[in-house]
């Protein structure tokens, strides 16, 4: 047990700081937050599709800049040397030294069909510049997460499978980190506040898991091959104890991470995974929730609940990111293709809706640095059929995001 969470929680009961507890399961608890100068009400409704089966708000247009196994076009007379890889999953966005960026994707494949992580870099105008992979030789590649000091943590979602930290920009090969444990790995997020890194677990009865790393490394980041993986336990009010794992890298033939603590919880499929105004914001595809984990506080709530919710529009949560100013962006997996935001008032709405591919899922949303671009994928999206049977399409929307979304 972790002994600074014992003193953090007496201190917060003795501060009188009122938590109301829900029914729990774990349902947990409700805390009130500021409103936001926007409101899901701004987004309006969803126009008719364009001519990618993209449904989005007035002022709001897309592109394909990527299809699995075809080169990505430069311009009407150049393409990438690069194919673009298949089943394409988790992503982020970098900046590049020219103004320009780079948005990276996972394969959520297996690594003899080319599973592992590719980048695609643009102009500072946008203009597709190159692409390359940054990841090979791995499986299912799902999720991961972002790094504040510049790279890609690229997860394997397998019984006993690995994180590698990549570059996004090509110079460097992928390092394996043992230390992040080994399970079936979805997403990662990093708190740059207090230095600790966030993962979640793809299981029916995942655990929610934190790494306490041994201080930082000789280029002063945190220090990813020698650290503590944890696993929460959550009481009844929503207080979080963390639990070391006794051994965070097991072999086939020994106990899994998730049932080495008996008395940690279990979430229902643990999916995407982000940071943002000082929280860790993920969600659980079994039950439909959205969850906002404290790391101050040391306290876990729902923040959305689809079994709860009046009108339910968002179903099948999955990845997860946030706008500058911590709208929340969820994507679904099935449910109506759609990318939906979550204000800081808790009101939900769609903000585009990918049509005719009921038989894909909506992955790897990421804003470019600047905010005016929003990439994902439709994972098993077909360009050349327009439909949900393919192996993954990769677009980009542009549009005045500032004015219904908090930034």
């Known amino acids: 047990m972790n002994d600074s969470n014992i003193s953090r929680r007496k201190a917060l009961k003795q501060g009188g700081v009122g938590l109301a507890a829900l029914a729990l399961g774990p349902n947990l608890l ?23 089966g993209i449904r989005l708000p007035a002022g709001f247009s897309s592109r394909v800049i990527a299809s699995a196994g075809m080169r990505l076009r430069r311009s009407f007379w150049s393409r990438t040397s690069y194919r673009w890889h298949s089943y394409p999953d988790g992503g982020a966005t970098y900046p590049t030294d020219d103004g320009g960026w780079i948005y990276v994707s996972n394969s959520e494949t297996l690594s003899f069909l080319g599973g592992g992580a590719s980048a695609v870099r643009f102009s500072s105008s946008g203009q597709i510049i190159d692409a390359y992979r940054i990841l090979g030789g791995t499986n299912t590649n799902c999720a991961g997460g972002a790094t504040p000091w510049g790279t890609w943590l690229s ?39 207090l230095g600790q890194l966030f993962l979640t ?79 860790i914001y993920f969600t659980t595809k079994g039950d439909n929730r959205v969850w906002r984990y404290d790391p101050v506080l040391e306290t876990i709530e729902i923040v959305y609940d689809a079994s709860t919710a009046s009108n339910p529009i968002l179903t099948g949560v999955d990845n997860i990111t946030a706008s500058s100013g911590g709208d929340l962006l969820v994507a679904e997996d099935g449910g109506d293709m759609q990318i939906c935001v979550i204000d800081a008032n808790g009101e939900v709405a769609p903000l ?23 990439y994902f994928s439709s994972q098993r999206g077909s360009a050349l059929f327009g439909g949900g049977n393919g192996f993954g399409i990769t677009y980009e929307i542009r549009g005045p995001f500032h004015q219904i979304l908090t930034v």
Do not use: M
């Open 155 to 193: 997860c394997e979602e397998i019984d006993f499978g690995r994180v590698f930290e990549c570059d996004p920009y090509g110079e460097k090969e992928a390092i394996v980190r043992p230390a992040l444990g080994y399970f079936k790995h979805e997403a990662a997020a990093v708190d740059p506040t």
């Open 201 to 279: 677990e793809d299981e029916s009865d995942g655990r929610f898991y934190r790494y306490l790393p041994d201080g930082v490394n000789a280029q002063g980041q945190l220090n990813l091959d020698s650290g503590h993986l944890q696993v929460a336990e959550v009481d009844e009010a929503g207080a979080v104890t963390w639990h070391d794992v006794p051994e965070p890298n097991p072999s086939l033939f020994e106990t899994p991470t998730r049932e080495q603590v008996p008395a940690s919880t279990a979430f229902r499929g643990g999916e995407g995974i982000w940071y943002t105004n000082g929280a």
């Open 352 to 374: 585009l809706q990918v049509v005719g591919q009921d038989d894909s899922e909506i992955t790897g949303p990421a804003f470019n640095p600047d905010g005016d671009r929003l």
């Open 30 to 52: 409700s805390i009130s937050r500021p409103l936001t100068a926007q409101s899901v009400a701004s987004i309006g409704v969803l126009e008719s599709p364009d001519s990618n």
